[in-house]
């Protein structure tokens, strides 16, 4: 599927990659449309709307992880980076751990919805990834 529009404004963040910027483009349209599905659905459920909240964490993890690795090159890492990516990581966990409990438990969302949503963002990074990794020379 070719989504121009959305490769370019990837392309305008710093998400250049050939093989990375298909995970995040599919990863965003994936969170896109399970969210506009849950927008549709939530007078009838509110399970869609929580799934699309697990694959918009992801798509957001990948996306940041993706921003944060592609602005340096390769060969560049040092042991001061692994303390702020470590730290980074651990920051977003905290949010991550923060809003996992704001959905669960104060406004009750069925936990097996946002581990479908994570579970689907997870699955859909991995099949991005493997296809786009087959088509490079």
């Not at 449309?33 to 694959?55: D, E």
């Not at 669960?104 to 969302?109: D, I, P, Q």
């Amino acid at each position: 599927m070719a989504v121009h529009w959305l490769d370019a404004w990837l392309w305008r963040r710093g998400i250049g990659h050939p093989v990375v910027r298909p995970l995040v483009r599919n990863e965003i349209l994936l969170a896109g449309l399970s969210l506009l599905v849950g927008v549709l659905l939530l007078p009838q459920t509110n399970w869609m709307i929580w799934f699309g909240a697990g694959v918009t964490v992801m798509a957001l993890t990948f996306w940041s992880l993706a921003r944060f690795f592609l602005r340096r090159g390769l060969g560049e890492y040092s042991s001061a980076l692994l303390w702020l990516v470590l730290l980074r990581w651990l920051a977003r966990l905290a949010l991550l751990a923060g809003l996992l409990y704001t959905g669960l438990v104060l406004c009750k969302a069925p936990p097996a919805a946002i581990l479908g949503g994570v579970t689907a963002g997870a699955v859909t990074a991995l099949g991005s990834f493997a296809l786009a990794s087959r088509r490079q020379p």
